[in-house]
């Protein structure tokens, strides 16, 4: 087998009573540290929703064999090697773009940790911050943690002048969710990267009692450490069943940041993520605020929009490469933008902790701008750049009918000065530099690519033209 099984959990947090007749009675997952007793309850009702909105409620099960975890990226990977390939080509391309773009200062504040912990350490983000990590440009010592070990086809390259080595990302075999295994690998440690997580993926094979153990119990666990920690979490837990209603009535959900503390959080299930995913990452983003908050713990919280290899949950007829390039406006981030603000979120964790920043591509105009429904919205986009229909269609591609949905991009441009290298306009700036090579015209567009016009080729890398046709990004 490409998987190889991770240690069965010690003890899987029974959340809920197996029978539905018990719904009352109390819940005996552990309580996390970072919440007092008094708010036990609201915990309690937010996952004791989930549990009856969720379709999967089968109980959970500490026999965690291989058909419970191919249903996440590594397994993808691991049975189609044509998508392997592609998402290691990405990561490649990330992996090499950042670590040209990182000042000598930068380094040294890397190097300043002497070792750092990557949870998630075999998934798609934390296996390319680990390949960054150890790239020859900044040669940091990094233990990575996963609860599947890299197979072969898993292993990753990385480019040591001119050959390739391959490595692992996995340096333990360990889930986070075991406290005293977790606490003695990072005892050498001197910050984290927490990309662990079940995600949307893992839905129909896990419960939401082991959603919770990961997600939750997990992210205590490392907040306990008590190192600088970059929180890896997620803008799906800001799609409730009521944005979910306004997107289905023809309306556009402009997506606000939520930097509030978890005192005043909803919890009707309206206005609470959808499903045991956002739910429980919404949790975890608490007990990161509440960390900082009350022990001055440095943890930044990302959320991170769209950014895997395949939008292979998305049911449209489009190309993956027209999806992601429409997924543009508001929707999704690109891996190499991803990694760069991750690893800038620990270069300056002292400046930016306590901070809950949405990493997506920003929308090319103001924050709310313009007025009106979904398709008032992708009429005035096609107006405003009204040759990108033409862009679009040389290549077979359809623009956007309605724009349902944009997040909050602000936080993470204004405080971390991130310019990411994709966003929506750059991205039809290579198709309009592409066909002005067949047919030159001095055309003028307003366009905000987020690069200065003498940039060069190196600083937009890997924003290229092949990339883009075929959705390497």
């Given at each position: 087998?490409?998987?190889?099984?991770?240690?069965?959990?010690?003890?899987?947090?029974?959340?809920?009573?197996?029978?539905?007749?018990?719904?009352?009675?109390?819940?005996?997952?552990?309580?996390?540290?970072?919440?007092?007793?008094?708010?036990?309850?609201?915990?309690?009702?937010?996952i004791r929703s989930t549990h009856d909105v969720e379709m999967t409620i089968?109980?959970?099960?500490?026999?965690?064999?291989?058909?419970?975890?191919?249903?996440?990226?590594?397994?993808?990977?691991?049975?189609?090697?044509?998508?392997?390939?592609?998402?290691?080509?990405?990561?490649?391309?990330?992996?090499?773009?950042?670590?040209?773009?990182?000042?000598?200062?930068?380094?040294?504040?890397?190097?300043?940790?002497?070792?750092?912990?990557?949870?998630?350490?075999?998934?798609?983000?934390?296996?390319?911050?680990?390949?960054?990590?150890?790239?020859?440009?900044?040669?940091?010592?990094?233990?990575?943690?996963?609860?599947?070990?890299?197979?072969?086809?898993?292993?990753?390259?990385?480019?040591?002048?001119?050959?390739?080595?391959?490595?692992?990302?996995?340096?333990?075999?360990?889930?986070?969710?075991?406290?005293?295994?977790?606490?003695?690998?990072?005892?050498?440690?001197?910050?984290?990267?927490?990309?662990?997580?079940?995600?949307?993926?893992?839905?129909?094979?896990?419960?939401?009692?082991?959603?919770?153990?990961?997600?939750?119990?997990?992210?205590?666990?490392?907040?306990?450490?008590?190192?600088?920690?970059?929180?890896?979490?997620?803008?799906?837990?800001?799609?409730?069943?009521?944005?979910?209603?306004?997107?289905?009535?023809?309306?556009?959900?402009?997506?606000?940041?939520?930097?509030?503390?978890?005192?005043?959080?909803?919890?009707?299930?309206?206005?609470?993520?959808?499903?045991?995913?956002?739910?429980?990452?919404?949790?975890?983003?608490?007990?990161?605020?509440?960390?900082?908050?009350?022990?001055?713990?440095?943890?930044?919280?990302?959320?991170?929009?769209?950014?895997?290899?395949?939008?292979?949950?998305?049911?449209?007829?489009?190309?993956?490469?027209?999806?992601?390039?429409?997924?543009?406006?508001?929707?999704?981030?690109?891996?190499?933008?991803?990694?760069?603000?991750?690893?800038?979120?620990?270069?300056?964790?002292?400046?930016?902790?306590?901070?809950?920043?949405?990493?997506?591509?920003?929308?090319?105009?103001?924050?709310?701008?313009?007025?009106?429904?979904?398709?008032?919205?992708?009429?005035?986009?096609?107006?405003?750049?009204?040759?990108?229909?033409?862009?679009?269609?040389?290549?077979?591609?359809?623009?956007?009918?309605?724009?349902?949905?944009?997040r909050d991009f602000r936080n993470a441009v204004e405080l971390f000065n991130w310019?990411?290298?994709?966003?929506?306009?750059?991205?039809?700036?290579?198709?309009?530099?592409?066909?002005?090579?067949?047919?030159?015209?001095?055309?003028?567009?307003?366009?905000?690519?987020?690069?200065?016009?003498?940039?060069?080729?190196?600083?937009?890398?890997?924003?290229?033209?092949?990339?883009?046709?075929?959705?390497?990004?």
């Open positions: 087998s490409l998987l190889q099984e991770s240690p069965v959990r010690k003890s899987m947090p029974q959340i809920f009573p197996t029978s539905s007749s018990s719904s009352t009675s109390t819940p005996t997952s552990p309580l996390p540290s970072f919440i007092t007793q008094s708010e036990r309850i609201s915990w309690d009702q937010i089968t109980p959970p099960t500490t026999d965690r064999n291989e058909n419970n975890i191919k249903t996440g990226l590594h397994s993808f990977r691991a049975s189609d090697r044509r998508l392997d390939d592609f998402a290691n080509r990405i990561q490649q391309q990330a992996v090499q773009a950042v670590a040209a773009s990182l000042n000598d200062s930068e380094i040294q504040r890397l190097k300043s940790y002497g070792r750092i912990l990557v949870t998630g350490s075999a998934g798609y983000l934390g296996a390319t911050l680990v390949m960054l990590l150890k790239s020859k440009r900044i040669d940091l010592q990094v233990v990575g943690i996963d609860v599947v070990r890299n197979g072969p086809s898993l292993n990753y390259k990385i480019s040591n002048n001119n050959d390739n080595i391959s490595v692992s990302t996995v340096d333990h075999c360990i889930d986070v969710a075991d406290s005293k295994r977790l606490s003695d690998v990072a005892s050498s440690c001197s910050a984290v990267f927490h990309t662990a997580a079940l995600h949307a993926p893992n839905a129909s094979k896990h419960h939401v009692a082991e959603f919770y153990s990961t997600n939750v119990v997990g992210t205590d666990n490392i907040l306990q450490l008590g190192l600088p920690t970059v929180f890896t979490s997620t803008t799906s837990l800001t799609v409730t069943p009521g944005v979910k209603s306004r997107i289905a009535n023809g309306e556009i959900a402009w997506l606000d940041g939520s930097p509030s503390d978890f005192i005043g959080a909803p919890t009707d299930a309206v206005n609470l993520p959808r499903n045991k995913y956002g739910r429980t990452k919404l949790l975890a983003e608490k007990l990161c605020a509440r960390a900082f908050e009350e022990k001055g713990l440095d943890c930044a919280v990302l959320r991170a929009s769209r950014f895997f290899p395949e939008d292979i949950m998305d049911g449209s007829s489009l190309s993956v490469p027209n999806i992601k390039a429409n997924e543009l406006l508001g929707r999704r981030v690109s891996l190499v933008d991803l990694l760069d603000a991750h690893v800038h979120a620990l270069i300056n964790i002292k400046a930016f902790h306590g901070v809950i920043s949405t990493l997506v591509a920003p929308w090319p105009w103001s924050w709310r701008h313009p007025e009106g429904n979904a398709k008032a919205i992708a009429a005035f986009v096609a107006k405003e750049r009204s040759d990108a229909a033409v862009l679009y269609a040389k290549h077979g591609w359809k623009m956007p009918e309605m724009i349902s949905c944009v310019k990411p290298r994709f966003t929506w306009d750059s991205l039809l700036e290579v198709l309009r530099q592409e066909q002005s090579k067949n047919n030159p015209v001095n055309n003028e567009h307003d366009i905000n690519t987020g690069n200065d016009s003498n940039t060069n080729d190196l600083d937009k890398f890997p924003l290229t033209y092949k990339n883009i046709l075929e959705g390497a990004f």
